[in-house]
């Protein structure tokens, strides 16, 4: 118990680290839209109070303040979840993240509990069958996997199941004019829609998870408790499901929600090739603008997401393996 307190403890101090760092690397890119903002105001013959006000609008912070106050006023903000004004949008930062988080969670979440049930599957025959023919192809396979990065596949699918043969729409998350009001149609379309996002998101992670799971099948294959229950007659299903596949998969969960949280990162440049409205289509958005609170914003999101992920995998690891003593052993 005392393991999760001080682990619990250390969220919100993190999440401060994050908010300072997000804060920091902003400011150190040069120029930006406000300097432009201010001399277009300026040249205009804006008063210099006015233009300050405007920027302090969009910003949340105050422009001639020194760094430590607007510090100081960008975590107020952050408290309170105001996150500023996005200056390409014209609307506050929180109303679009609220509005592009649900797709990204959408995307990473189904694309990968779907790498990790093939991956899973495919690793688990190949230790059963470990250097047979289908092990060698299937070995050869993930390497191949493993070595094509996720956006060449978007790519390749978007050029040719999109463009060329129209099977599949080239944006979007839904088909325009359609809302929830009419649930069957919209939910089809949302799958339609993320159905190429979602595929190329999930081959590109298959082969290092069926190789994870096929180098611990095969170690667990090869522990004594497994030979003893051949020995007490124990069938083969029962073998692989109570022993081989539990032991197997344990050491894969905390890299399951570590994965979720590097993987909504990933959609940065996958959203981009789709034009899917997610957080990281915006965030690119954000960047092409210089619209720096939009850009603090996602950054912010994406990176305390990653934290909760890796919060959540240190607390439930060892409630489901008991052999894990939260902290008091070492003993793996």
């Given at each position: 118990m005392n393991y999760y307190f001080k682990r619990t403890l250390q969220i919100p101090l993190i999440l401060v680290a994050v908010a300072t760092l997000t804060f920091g690397l902003i400011r150190l890119l040069p120029g930006g839209p406000f300097t432009q903002l201010r001399i277009e105001l300026l040249q205009q013959g804006v008063p210099a109070e006015q233009v300050d006000a405007r920027i302090e609008a969009l910003q949340n912070i105050r422009p001639d303040a020194p760094l430590w106050?607007?510090?100081?006023?960008?975590?107020?903000?952050?408290?309170?979840?105001?996150?500023?004004?996005?200056?390409?949008?014209?609307?506050?930062?929180?109303?679009?993240?609220?509005r592009a988080l649900p797709w990204t969670v959408f995307l990473v979440v189904v694309s990968t509990i779907l790498m990790f049930i093939v991956g899973v599957l495919l690793g688990a025959i190949q230790a059963y069958w470990e250097g047979s023919r289908f092990d060698q192809i299937a070995s050869g396979g993930s390497i191949f996997l493993m070595s094509v990065p996720y956006y060449i596949f978007a790519v390749i699918f978007l050029f040719f199941l999109a463009f060329q043969l129209r099977w599949f729409p080239t944006g979007n998350a839904v088909a325009r004019g359609l809302d929830a009001s009419q649930p069957l149609q919209y939910?089809?379309?949302?799958?339609?829609?993320?159905?190429?996002?979602?595929?190329?998101?999930?081959?590109?992670?298959?082969?290092?998870?069926?190789?994870?799971?096929?180098?611990?099948?095969?170690?667990?294959?090869?522990?004594?408790?497994?030979?003893?229950?051949?020995?007490?007659?124990?069938?083969?299903?029962?073998?692989?499901?109570?022993?081989?596949?539990?032991?197997?998969?344990?050491?894969?969960?905390?890299?399951?929600?570590?994965?979720?949280?590097?993987?909504?990162?990933?959609?940065?440049?996958?959203?981009?090739?789709?034009?899917?409205?997610?957080?990281?289509?915006?965030?690119?958005?954000?960047?092409?603008?210089?619209?720096?609170?939009?850009?603090?914003?996602?950054?912010?999101?994406?990176?305390?997401?990653?934290?909760?992920?890796?919060?959540?995998?240190?607390?439930?690891?060892g409630l489901i393996d008991p052999r894990i003593s939260a902290g008091e052993s070492d003993e793996y």
């Open positions: 106050q607007q510090y100081i006023d960008y975590m107020i903000g952050v408290l309170q979840l105001d996150l500023g004004q996005s200056i390409s949008l014209n609307e506050p930062v929180i109303s679009v993240i609220a939910f089809s379309s949302v799958l339609y829609h993320a159905a190429l996002p979602i595929l190329a998101f999930t081959i590109g992670g298959i082969g290092s998870t069926a190789l994870n799971m096929r180098g611990n099948g095969i170690q667990v294959l090869g522990e004594e408790y497994v030979e003893v229950a051949r020995l007490r007659g124990l069938s083969d299903g029962r073998i692989a499901t109570r022993y081989v596949a539990k032991n197997a998969i344990l050491p894969m969960y905390t890299g399951l929600l570590l994965l979720i949280g590097f993987r909504l990162g990933g959609t940065v440049v996958l959203e981009e090739i789709f034009s899917y409205p997610g957080l990281g289509y915006y965030m690119i958005e954000a960047v092409e603008a210089n619209d720096y609170p939009l850009m603090m914003g996602c950054f912010l999101v994406i990176t305390a997401t990653l934290v909760v992920a890796v919060y959540i995998a240190d607390l439930t690891y």
